[in-house]
């Protein structure tokens, strides 16, 4: 098994331009959150799926969509981008709300 | 929202043991208690979780009172390969929002 994985690892946009950050699982979970971290801050959760489908808004949603066409995908799309975007992204999966959550590699964004 | 505390830093030596307290004064009856491990460019890896008294697995120890306003993680006879960043996640159902609390994370150096 992969794992979670997620694509790509590095990215620089310029504000305004927009772009996906793409996270794959292989184990058949439900559950699935986009989380960023910045310095000091700790993880911060953006969005969340309870399944293929269902999509709600976690702590700091604002500038992100989110879709869950199916179990293994869950994409995350910044429409605009502004440089309060730069940060390292991780996608995470779990087979229930307060099961052992799997964290991907990260995507570390920066916005210019 | 069940907020949690942890110790900035922590320093320790090859072979101790390390205890890292967390206080979560507003968890709530629900609640579960989890500690995350997370090495540098790399998600969080999860390590013990648990909900009252104690939970021991091969890597770790969770130590909650009957109060549960805090939870102490220990790690017995530590090596170099155990610097990290260790967080303490309390889960808080709202009713359909998971808003998982992180805390900032306590960052442990292992000296030799």
């Known amino acids: 098994n992969a794992g979670v994985t997620q694509t790509p690892k590095f990215q620089v946009l310029k504000t305004g331009q927009s772009m996906t950050l793409q996270c794959a699982q292989d184990?058949?979970?439900?559950?699935m959150s986009w989380y960023r971290q910045d310095p000091g801050m700790g993880l911060r959760l953006i969005h969340y799926?309870?399944?293929?489908?269902?999509?709600d808004q976690g702590e700091v949603p604002n500038g992100y969509n989110v879709s869950r066409s199916t179990t293994e995908d869950f994409p995350l799309r910044l429409l605009s981008a502004a440089p309060s975007q730069t940060s390292v992204y991780f996608c995470?999966?779990?087979?229930?709300?307060?099961?052992?959550?799997?964290f991907g590699p990260g995507t570390r964004l920066t916005v210019t | 929202l069940a907020k949690t505390t942890q110790p900035i830093s922590m320093d320790s030596y090859e072979g101790q043991e390390v205890n890292i307290t967390c206080s979560h004064n507003?968890?709530?009856?629900?609640?579960?208690i989890t500690w995350y491990q997370q090495f540098p460019s790399q998600g969080p890896r999860f390590i013990i979780q648990?909900?009252?008294?104690?939970v021991t697995n091969e890597v770790a120890s969770l130590f909650i009172p009957a109060d549960r306003k805090s939870s102490t993680l220990s790690l017995p006879r530590v090596s170099l390969s155990d610097t990290a960043v260790y967080y303490c996640?309390?889960?808080?159902?709202?009713?359909?929002?998971?808003?998982?609390?992180w805390g900032l994370g306590t960052s442990l150096a292992v000296n030799p």
């Open positions: 995470a999966s779990s087979s229930g709300l307060l099961s052992e959550q799997y």
């Open positions: 184990m058949n979970h439900e559950y």
């Open positions: 799926s309870v399944g293929a489908g269902i999509t």
């Open positions: 507003n968890i709530a009856t629900n609640d579960y």
């Open positions: 648990g909900y009252k008294t104690k």
């Open positions: 996640l309390v889960g808080d159902n709202a009713g359909n929002n998971r808003k998982l609390i």
